[in-house]
């Protein structure tokens, strides 16, 4: 599970700060403004860290807040799962940018962005099949 939501959480924030500026440029966007959507989404990354915990209980527990948080692409994992998470964010960190530049560059932005996020959609589905079945 651990693997599965930081592999995808990582390739969904790679197409964020990669290709969705490209995207924006395309259309454009000034340089300025892609910066400054970019630094406002780290500063909103940070700031959010010491309400976690409550939004953690609010949301139902760890399990659905990883299912609803894959979605919403901020979603983290503690404990054992760190080595495997950390093996995963860096075999998704290698890959990533050459997979989704040869699927960007063949599919065209608009039809690349729509596949990333099904691929996405269908990863926290699969999660959330596999945390329903866990006993417990």
Do not use: D, K, Y
Not at 74 to 83: C, F, H, K, N, Q
Not at 115 to 129: I, P
Request: hydrophobic share 60%; net charge positive.
């Amino acid at each position: 599970l651990a693997m599965l939501t930081s592999s995808t959480a990582l390739w969904a924030l790679t197409v964020q700060v990669t290709f969705l500026p490209v995207h924006l440029e395309l259309m454009a966007v000034p340089a300025t403004a892609i910066g400054a959507l970019l630094s406002l989404r780290a500063l909103t990354a940070v700031l959010i860290r010491p309400w976690m915990p409550r939004m953690v209980a609010v949301l139902g527990g760890r399990e659905r807040t990883v299912v609803l948080t894959l979605l919403a692409m901020s979603p983290g994992e503690r404990g054992a799962a760190l080595g495997v998470r950390l093996s995963g964010n860096r075999f998704a960190q290698l890959t990533a940018p050459v997979a989704l530049a040869v699927v960007a560059e063949r599919a065209g932005l608009p039809w690349f962005f729509a596949l990333h996020g099904a691929l996405v959609l269908a990863a926290a589905l699969v999660l959330h099949a596999l945390v329903r079945r866990r006993p417990g």
